[in-house]
């Protein structure tokens, strides 16, 4: 028996089309070929035997969403990134998915891709599911080559990337020119976005990070790159409320990077969303200012994540530097530390809390497990002390500012 007779894929093909209508052939079902991130390569021609997530991956030319999701919950993507053996998938009526057979290609330690065979009118047995790993051998050849074009594309994106980022292209003709050598669309509404990590970004994980931006379709990932333990990504929205659009994103993108990965503590900060090209730097340094914002108030900006909704945070910086060039101290917050040092008190700590919550008592009172009678004491002394009046507005504002300006020194 020669090899041809032994292995039906024992053949050059020219497109991985062919490689599709080969294995369809053999198996006698339609097949579809995709990458690791689920983007369509290839399918088998097909008659009125497939279903409508077949058809919506067709048209799209990647799976959609929905399906994804539903193929993490049931457990199958799990197992297919764990093993090189077929593995039947049964029929999910929610995303219009039939029953199925797939199997994982794979290069030593690294998923490349995966095949799938449609069971809508024939069930695969031993023999098929062993034809199907002969499939998955002759499949990875034709990934491999598809793979170097991309690592070389990435390479040639992030160097441009970080041009833009660092401002050593910053004229919209400059950038405009880099965009179209690349094949790039130039987003008409765009932000960066930064998602920092609790340690350094090995491989495993910027594989991990890779398949869900591939595999994303809430907004579009135009360019990306790792910068040790920070993941730094220029963002187009899709709809009309682009803020809304991009928060949704991190929210996800963070959920799921908990619940796939079990990887924590991941924080995004969002720079100001714009239109014109050069200002792509500023809306990185508008990312990283929200990083150091909230690492430095926590509490405060607890629920903030975009630059734009930062408020007096945006400006603490400049006035920082301000109120140091002039030396100047603000006299109520200073009797008031002055009072605390000497009697052993924490009446700045009662009136940031009180400030932060915006004057409601009740919640203050929580906040600092005092009853509401001992916080109304305190307040009257921290007036009578400060000589504050804690019903101006302005004077309010004024002193909030400096005691936020005042835990910048520390």
């Excluded at 910053?170 to 094949?183: D, P, Q, V, Y």
């Excluded at 187009?236 to 994103?249: C, E, M, R, V």
């Amino acid at each position: 028996m020669n090899e041809h007779s032994k292995n039906p894929f024992h053949y050059h093909f020219e497109r991985l089309e062919d490689v599709a209508d080969r294995i369809s052939e053999v198996l006698q079902c339609p097949i579809t070929i995709e990458d690791v991130n689920h983007r369509l390569l290839a399918y088998s021609t097909h008659d009125e035997s497939t279903d409508q997530a077949r058809i919506s991956t067709i048209i799209r030319r990647r799976v959609p969403e929905k399906v994804i999701n539903s193929l993490w919950k049931d457990g199958t993507i799990p197992k297919l990134l764990s093993t090189d053996e077929p593995i039947r998938v049964g029929q999910i009526d929610e995303v219009g998915l039939g029953n199925r057979i797939a199997i994982s290609i794979w290069k030593n330690n690294e998923v490349l891709g995966f095949i799938w065979a449609l069971e809508i009118e024939k069930h695969l047995g031993e023999n098929e599911l062993h034809l199907l790993k002969k499939a998955a051998q002759a499949v990875k050849n034709k990934l491999l080559h598809l793979q170097i074009g991309k690592t070389k594309k990435a390479e040639r994106n992030q160097e441009f990337f970080w041009k833009l980022l660092t401002g050593h292209i910053s004229t919209e003709k400059e950038i405009r020119e880099g965009f179209h050598e690349l094949n790039l669309r130039l987003p008409a509404i765009f932000s960066v976005v930064v998602f920092k990590f609790p340690h350094e970004i090995n491989s495993a994980t910027e594989r991990k990070l890779s398949y869900l931006l591939q595999t994303t379709q809430q907004a579009n990932i135009v360019l990306d790159t790792i910068d040790y333990d920070e993941l730094i990504i220029l963002l187009s929205a899709k709809n009309n409320a682009p803020l809304s659009d991009i928060k949704l994103f991190t929210r996800s993108l963070i959920r799921q990077l908990n619940e796939r990965y079990i990887i924590n503590d991941v924080m995004a900060s969002i720079g100001g969303i714009y239109s014109q090209p050069g200002l792509i730097e500023k809306s990185y340094k508008e990312a990283l200012a929200v990083q150091r914002i909230k690492k430095r108030f926590p509490f405060e900006t607890n629920e903030l994540s975009c630059f734009s909704e930062l408020g007096i945070y945006q400006y603490l910086d400049l006035l920082y530097e301000q109120r140091k060039q002039q030396g100047y101290t603000n006299y109520s917050l200073q009797k008031l530390k002055d009072y605390d040092k000497q009697h052993k008190t924490n009446l700045v700590q009662t009136l940031e809390v009180f400030l932060d919550h915006d004057s409601q008592v009740h919640d203050v009172s929580k906040a600092l497990n005092i009853h509401v009678n001992t916080l109304t004491y305190r307040l009257k002394r921290i007036a009578e002390i400060a000589e504050l009046n804690l019903r101006n507005q302005n004077q309010k504002m004024t002193i909030y500012l400096d005691l936020k300006l005042d835990r910048m020194s520390l």
